[in-house]
């Protein structure tokens, strides 16, 4: 069974528990808000499920679509939204619309990859987003995982150079993770759906950056009865113009 056939066994399930913003944490919401206030343009939310995240950013002014592979999903999110836009698709369709987006919502969208597509699927998204685009993305965080000294945290972020482009301005010698590195550092888990994985949070930072990212912000934290969770704010630099 595919990922998108074992969400929609169980889409209505999904989308009755955890299908709304009082089933989000707090914490989130602060940080979706807070994201959304400085982007500008178009902004895709991929991965929507039932399309509480895409109506909340309707909600807080911005032009954004839904995009989810599941077509469960987006009938239920055009019913319980029937203000926003929602779209069958996924991180591959926004290839069709290079440097499009202003901002683009990846909120655990990422989990059910298999770890050797996650580097290529960070490519993609920064592909469709405009330079100078914001990506926030979300993902289940590696116990015990820091991001340490590779963070560009809220108070030191990166400068404006990519970490390839660094690479190649210095001659220091630049390669993406290899397959093998990437099976080793995921970390397959039970999800209530289907598999997923959790990734340490300086491995995910190296992906990122690897794709051409600038980080932003990261944060890190473990809410009582839950599982390790990370978030990332990523830019294209504004002179990319790949």
């Known amino acids: ?12 399930e999904y989308a009755e528990v955890l299908g709304s913003m009082d089933a989000t944490a707090a914490a989130d919401r602060v940080t979706v808000s807070e994201w959304a206030q400085a982007l500008t343009g178009p902004v895709a939310d991929v991965g929507c499920g039932p399309g509480h995240w895409t ?5 807080h002014g911005c032009r954004v679509s839904g995009f989810d592979p599941v077509p469960e999903f987006v009938s239920i999110a055009r019913r319980a939204f029937p203000a926003a836009e929602f779209r069958l698709g996924d991180i ?4 069709g619309a290079p440097s499009r987006y202003g901002g683009i919502l990846a909120w655990y969208c990422l989990i059910h990859l298999e770890p050797d597509v996650v580097p290529s699927a960070l490519v993609s998204l920064h592909s469709a987003l405009r330079p100078g685009g914001s990506l926030l993305l979300g993902f289940f965080d590696s116990p015990a995982s820091d991001a ?4 560009g945290s809220a ?3 990166d400068d404006d150079s990519s970490f390839r482009d660094e690479a190649r301005q210095s001659g220091a010698a630049w390669r993406a993770l290899t397959r093998v590195e990437l099976q080793d550092r995921a ?7 289907t598999t997923a994985y959790r990734w340490p949070c ?4 190296r992906m990122l950056r ?3 990212f600038v980080i932003r912000s990261v944060r890190q934290r473990q809410d009582p009865g839950t599982r390790p969770h990370a978030d990332v704010v990523a830019v294209r630099p504004a002179a990319d113009h790949r």
């Open 1 to 12: 069974m595919t990922v998108p056939e074992a969400y929609a066994a169980r889409a209505s």
């Open 55 to 59: 109506e909340f950013l309707r909600r």
């Open 92 to 95: 591959q369709d926004l290839a």
């Open 148 to 151: 340490g000294d590779a963070v």
């Open 155 to 157: 108070a030191s972020p």
């Open 187 to 193: 970390e397959p888990f039970d999800h209530a759906v």
């Open 202 to 205: 300086d491995v995910m930072l």
């Open 210 to 212: 690897d794709a051409g």
